[in-house]
């Protein structure tokens, strides 16, 4: 059996596919968000991101097979970039998942991710970013800590901004009832 990427395409419009897969909001005791600073190439400014990744299909023949859930790959997401010995447990998926449209000069394979948001909560184990990812030569993140949203969206980067703020506003509510110090201003935008 072989592993590829899922995409989403249009065949009629000639462009590149979009993507499949989840982002993560895992938070903490204290209401704060889980944010890695990205291992970026040495061209690249660093910058400070939620967990993510691509959702798995399945070949075997040339053929599809099957296709991870997002709860699988948000799982395996969360184990790859921060490590086997943390534990989290899923409590909501967004019912609407969120676009992020590449820049001009960005990817030439897809023009863009269309992700699904997942919130976990932090149960606890160590978080280790020493491992690479799957496929790649180098770790994920480089450094990683825990932020209150606000302070999260001033540092992360600019183009991936409205995703985070609509996947926060979507589990603001859950998490507001879980742990009251998360912030109000995120209490508004759901799904």
């Not at 395409?9 to 979009?18: H, I, N, T």
């Amino acid at each position: 059996m072989i592993e590829t990427r899922t995409a989403v395409f249009d065949p009629l419009d000639g462009k590149a596919p979009y993507r499949l897969g989840v982002l993560l909001v895992l938070f903490n005791a204290s209401g704060q968000i889980f944010a890695g600073e990205r291992n970026a190439p040495a061209h690249e400014m660093p910058s400070w991101q939620l967990p993510q990744g691509g959702i798995k299909q399945y070949l075997s023949g040339g053929r599809v097979t099957g296709q991870e859930k997002e709860n699988e790959a948000a799982l395996r997401e969360l184990r790859e970039e921060a490590g086997d010995g943390i534990k989290a447990a899923i409590i909501a998926m967004a019912a609407k998942p969120c676009r992020l449209d590449f820049t001009a000069g960005g990817n030439d394979k897809y023009r863009g991710q269309i992700l699904t948001p997942v919130l976990l909560r932090y149960l606890g184990g160590k978080i280790d970013l020493s491992r690479p990812e799957e496929g790649e030569s180098k770790p994920a993140f480089r450094n990683y800590d825990w932020f209150h949203p606000h302070d999260f969206l001033h540092i992360s980067p600019a183009f991936k901004q409205p995703i985070y703020q609509q996947a926060l506003g979507n589990f603001s509510h859950i998490i507001g009832r879980i742990t009251p110090s998360y912030p109000p201003s995120f209490r508004g935008s759901r799904d």
